[in-house]
């Protein structure tokens, strides 16, 4: 039996960004139900994910193929405001630059119409000995 229900949730584009939506819960934050600075990352990571599938990339299959992936190689990222525990984001990203082997993504945290981070991440795609493809 499958539904809607049973379907993982996806994000989408809206013109070119790309919009994850997620909810900020207990594991996310810390004692004070804050959002822990480090999970924004994992945040960004998966909105990534989602559009890399969205544009038609099996990340998947290409490991499991000939072993290639994205690695982050440098993270650069602004805390704003802080997320707190219950909160709804999206994480809008945007190719900023496509080059031979990597790519620049503009990434950014928000929470209503409030910026809470403000992010830009370079990924190379490499193949499994770590060259660039």
């Known amino acids: 039996m499958s539904g809607l229900l049973d379907t993982p949730y996806r994000g989408g584009f809206v013109g070119p960004e790309h919009h994850f939506a997620l909810t900020v819960y207990f594991e996310d934050t810390d004692t004070a139900g804050v959002v822990y600075y480090a999970n924004y990352l994992k945040f960004m990571e998966r909105a990534r994910s989602d559009m890399i599938r969205a544009v038609g990339v099996d990340q998947a299959a290409a490991l499991r193929g000939d072993g290639s992936a994205y690695f982050v190689t440098e993270v650069a990222i602004k805390y704003r405001k802080p997320a707190r525990l219950?909160?709804?984001?999206?994480?809008?990203?945007?190719?900023?630059?496509?080059?031979a082997a990597s790519v620049d993504i503009h990434q950014r945290v928000i929470r209503g119409t409030e910026q809470l981070t403000d992010g830009r991440v370079t990924a190379a795609y490499l193949d499994r000995d770590g060259r660039p493809m």
Request: glycine content about 8%; charged content about 30%; overall charge negative.
């Open 86 to 99: 219950g909160d709804d984001l999206v994480v809008i990203s945007t190719v900023e630059a496509v080059r």
